[in-house]
């Protein structure tokens, strides 16, 4: 049984955790830093630590999602991530799985016994 707060928000970071992917890559259909993307993720209501993301964007540009470069527009150098064409693809096939996803539970959190 649950019975902390802290139990309660390890359940609440598992659940986060399923959907951070599609979060990421939803932001990323125009380029982004780093910065401006936790930045993004956090005004849309799902703040994530550096410490999550950068590994994150690593192993989804290694998995051929994303693409990236550096830029350096009157400021620091920056790495700029962005859908690549795979990364397209995969974004509307896990945008539609959520859909359904999310409608299963729907379903399932209304039911009535």
């Given amino acids: ?54 590994p994150l964007l690593r192993r989804l540009e290694s998995q051929g999602l994303l693409a990236s470069q550096w830029q350096a527009d009157d400021g620091p150098p920056r790495r700029y991530y962005q859908l690549s064409a795979l990364g397209t693809g995969v974004y509307q096939d896990l945008t539609s799985a959520w859909g359904s996803l999310a409608s299963v539970m729907n379903r399932l959190l209304t039911e009535e016994d």
């Fill in 1 to 54: 049984m649950v019975n902390s707060p802290t139990q309660l928000g390890r359940l609440e970071q598992d659940l986060r955790k399923g959907a951070l992917v599609l979060a990421v890559l939803s932001q990323l259909r125009a380029p982004q830093y780093g910065y401006s993307l936790r930045q993004a993720l956090a005004q849309r209501g799902m703040p994530i630590e550096e410490g999550t993301l950068y």
